[in-house]
């Protein structure tokens, strides 16, 4: 059979599916390391994962990985990285590749399968060729370190430190300390408030336990970055945080702008702009090198978009969320 599973005994094929996903890659954005790709084939918070490489005489001609939520949305799987090697493509490697992770989805008793691709291009045909309809929106944008107006910004600072008297930040970079889980486990759930669209989707459930994971991924992924928590002073209770996120190594001047969330309760008071700004003067003094920072968000998220700009992330390109119905 063609198709064979990966697992942490496959190194050798998995590097082989690395250098194809590097050859196919069509994304103008920050491309995954061999760390980042590997850990992603194998592990996901929440989630089990499966993931397949197709080989043909010998070569890889593809792969896919699909990840499974366990503690929450058990309807449905969550397509990953499913692409076809340049040489390989119009030879049916991409419908079969689909057709085993479908097989792989109704195994596991689902009834519907989430993907992603750039809203125009042959990933958008190809999901629109196989019956999956576009569910929700996401616009990247991007913000070059070279060219931003720092002035602004710690203009923009002020403004918001003025606007969240009766509030602390505290910062961290790389793995977050095993004191914060519990914290950050509310304040990810807080995440469940940022819009959806038309995605079949139910409430993340988030746990200490589950946020130890995501840390994990982060480190094994070759990750460090900028952290904020802002904290409601008189309580201690967390009310927002943001993240951005670089490779250690290799980062190739890209930096990602992680989930930046306020907790509803403790909004009305530009925490959301505070954290994003001070965040980005941390990384200033850090940066080794970035260039550029890319955020998603979904386009209908109007009041962090308008964030965004302020601070002078420009349109750099859309995203679908793709959904199929499994009958």
């Known amino acids: 059979m063609p198709i064979a599973r990966l697992d942490a005994a496959t190194p050798a094929l998995i590097e082989r599916l690395h250098e194809v996903y590097l050859a196919a890659n069509d994304d103008p954005g920050p491309a995954m390391s061999l760390d980042h790709f590997t850990i992603t084939l194998l592990f996901s918070s929440g989630c089990s994962v499966e993931s397949y490489a197709e080989v043909r005489d010998g070569s890889v001609a593809g792969g896919y990985t699909l990840a499974l939520p366990e503690t929450d949305n058990t309807h449905l799987t969550l397509l990953h990285q499913l692409f076809v090697a340049p040489g390989a493509r119009r030879h049916g490697v991409g419908s079969e590749l689909l057709r085993h992770a479908l097989a792989r989805t109704r195994a596991h008793g689902r009834r519907l399968m989430i993907g992603e691709s750039a809203a125009t291009g042959p990933g958008a045909a190809f999901a629109k060729a196989h019956g999956f309809e576009a569910a929700s929106t996401d616009a990247r944008r991007v913000l070059d370190l070279r060219t931003i107006?720092?002035?602004?910004?710690?203009?923009?600072?002020?403004?918001?430190?003025?606007?969240?008297?009766?509030?602390?930040?505290?910062?961290?970079?790389?793995p977050a300390p095993q004191s914060l889980y519990p914290d950050l486990a509310t304040l990810v759930t807080g995440m469940n408030d940022a819009p959806i669209d038309d995605l079949d989707i139910e409430d993340e459930r988030w746990d200490a336990g589950r946020v130890a994971d995501m840390e994990q991924k982060h480190e094994r992924s070759g990750f460090t970055g900028c952290h904020l928590l802002a904290r409601h002073s008189a309580t201690g209770e967390p009310a927002g945080l943001t993240r951005i996120v670089y490779y250690a190594a290799d980062h190739a001047g890209w930096a990602r702008q992680g989930d930046t969330v306020v907790l509803r309760e403790h909004r009305g008071h530009?925490?959301?702009?505070?954290l994003k700004v001070a965040n980005l003067l941390a990384l200033r003094d850090r940066r080794a090198g970035l260039d550029r920072v890319i955020t998603w968000n979904a386009a209908s998220n109007g009041p962090m978009v308008a964030i965004n700009e302020q601070l002078g992330f420009q349109p750099f390109d859309e995203w679908h969320e793709w959904q199929l119905h499994l009958v």
Do not use: K, P
């Not at 008297?165 to 970079?173: F, I, M, N, P, S």
């Not at 530009?270 to 505070?274: A, E, I, N, T």
């Open 149 to 174: 107006d720092w002035d602004r910004v710690t203009e923009l600072h002020a403004q918001a430190v003025r606007h969240a008297e009766g509030y602390e930040l505290e910062q961290w970079t790389g």
């Open 270 to 274: 530009r925490l959301g702009l505070l």
